[in-house]
Every structure is written in C-alpha cells, then in structure tokens.
C-alpha cells in the first residue's frame, strides 16, 4: 500500500469439490517515519554533532541508527544525536535509520564532505584554524 490506512482485505477459499468460503478482515497499514538530520561543522579529526529530525505521524520512533560512511566496523551509533570524529578528509555517505514503536522504519542517505583542517597565519603571531561549514538538511 502506497499510503496508510485502514484497508478491508478479501480472501476466498475454495476447496477441490466447489465449496468457498470469503474472510473478510481490516488492515492497518501504520505511517512511514520521516527520517531527517543535520549536522555541525566538519572537519577532520574535530568531533561533529549529528542532530535527528525525524518525525512520525500518530506514532513514536524508539530507535535510531547511524552509519558515518567509513567503511570501518563499528563507526556506527545508536542514539539520538551522536558525535563522530572523521580522521580523514574526504566524501562520505551517512546513513541514518528511525525505527518506530510499530516497526516501521525508513532510512536517509545523505553525502558529506569532511574538510582537511587548515592552518592560516594573519601576522606572525595570529593563527587561526579554518575549515569550511557545511550542514545537511532533509
């Protein structure tokens, strides 16, 4: 079913000598989470928060999972609004997944560019970090 509903399900059983016999019963068909995030500035080897935006309809989401996109076992997270600290530059696929109480789930793929940190010099003595900000939306 394409959108969620109440939906009134047919079935008809019919035996080898002709005999049939029709159930009739309602279905449920539960609301697909909206799964959405963004995050903070990204560099490498700084921590970047990740916030969760999700949300769904006449329900409660109860999990949430991410996957940073480096490939590594276990550079995943199972809460809300984690932190990740990328240790190289680079483009990276996250994948963020919303579990809801009826499990129902949807997951977001979303492409970041993480930023090698630079260093700049205004004057001998004044030195700044820079590396460029970059939030994802839904």
């Known amino acids: 079913y394409t959108q969620p509903g109440i939906y009134w399900v ?15 019963r309602p279905l449920e068909v539960r609301p697909l989470p909206q799964t959405g995030f963004y995050n903070g500035l990204i560099c490498q080897q700084k921590s970047v928060a990740f916030y969760d935006t999700s949300s769904v309809v006449k329900d409660s989401l109860i999990k949430y999972y991410w996957d ?22 680079g483009d990276y696929v996250i994948k963020h997944k919303t579990i809801s109480s009826f499990g129902c789930e949807h997951t977001l ?7 090698q940190q630079k260093a700049s010099s205004a004057g001998q003595f004044n030195k700044r970090l820079k590396c460029r900000e970059l939030f994802v939306y839904q």
Not at 10 to 24: Q, W
């Open 10 to 24: 047919n079935l008809r059983a019919e035996n080898s000598g002709g005999c049939a016999k029709d159930f009739t």
């Open 68 to 89: 940073f996109g480096t490939g590594v076992l276990g550079d995943t997270s199972n809460v809300r609004n984690p932190a990740f600290s990328y240790s190289e530059p």
């Open 109 to 115: 793929s979303k492409l970041v560019k993480v930023d």
